[in-house]
């Protein structure tokens, strides 16, 4: 058990770029988060997963934002037509049902030029 | 609504006890947690607490809980450098019981002098 992965770790793009992020899960947590952190602040939940059912998404979930597990197990987020205001640190994290702690990963910081 | 809120910065000397604030205005949260942030780590749950318990101990952690005030305390005994970090205190809104989503403040940053 390695934890939560993200990849990558670190992404600088040109605004109006698309990008993804991946985040990899502990492995038999059927649960996964998807949170947006900005400098100073705590994160916000975007949304969240159980096995390949998204089940909630943040009104912050623009429609340029998707995020998608499509079997069950890794998941991505892609941002289309990126803003500056989009800069920030994406994290994810998993858990088991019926447990009350998230692992996070390391998160991806991402910054819009 | 949702919202937490937290003071943003403490400073204490190696040794002292260290007391971490937070506020939260749904009195429907269920459970309240404390997350620890170092630089360049993902986010770590310290621990957390059930609505109905009024204290939690965990070692050198003292969760204190004010359902009334709506306010969540985090004390560390025997502060250490190696607990400065940022701390955050995140509950679990009415709801959210089957998603487990959390709602974070802004986080508190703990200063630990030698």
């Known amino acids: 058990d390695t934890g939560v992965s993200q990849n990558p770790r670190h992404k600088i793009t040109k605004r109006g770029q698309n990008v993804t992020f991946r985040c990899d899960p502990i492995?038999?947590?059927?649960?996964l988060y998807w949170y947006r952190q900005t400098l100073g602040q705590g994160p916000e939940f975007l949304t969240y997963?159980?096995?390949?059912?998204?089940?909630?998404k943040s009104r912050l979930l623009s429609d340029r934002f998707s995020a998608e597990r499509p079997k069950g197990s890794f998941s991505t987020l892609e941002i289309q037509r990126t803003e500056q205001g989009d800069s920030a640190m994406y994290l994810c994290?998993?858990?088991?049902?019926?447990?009350?702690?998230?692992?996070f990963g390391p998160g991806t910081r991402l910054t819009v030029l | 609504g949702e919202d937490v809120e937290q003071s943003l910065f403490l400073s204490v000397r190696e040794g002292d006890s260290s007391v971490i604030n937070c506020t939260y205005t749904?009195?429907?949260?269920?459970?309240l947690y404390w997350y620890k942030q170092e630089p360049g780590a993902g986010l770590q749950l310290l621990t957390y607490?059930?609505?109905?318990?009024d204290m939690k101990q965990d070692q050198r952690l003292t969760v204190l809980l004010n359902k009334k005030d709506k306010h969540l305390s985090l004390r560390i005994a025997d502060t250490q450098t190696g607990d400065s970090a940022i701390y955050f205190c995140?509950?679990?809104?009415?709801?959210?019981?089957?998603?487990?989503?959390?709602?974070f403040g802004q986080g508190t940053t703990l200063q630990v002098k030698p």
């Open positions: 994290a998993s858990s088991r049902p019926g447990e009350r702690e998230q692992f």
């Open positions: 492995s038999e947590h059927n649960r």
């Open positions: 997963f159980q096995n390949e059912a998204q089940l909630e």
């Open positions: 749904d009195s429907s949260s269920t459970y």
């Open positions: 607490i059930f609505s109905n318990m």
């Open positions: 995140a509950e679990s809104p009415p709801g959210s019981s089957n998603t487990g989503k959390l709602i």
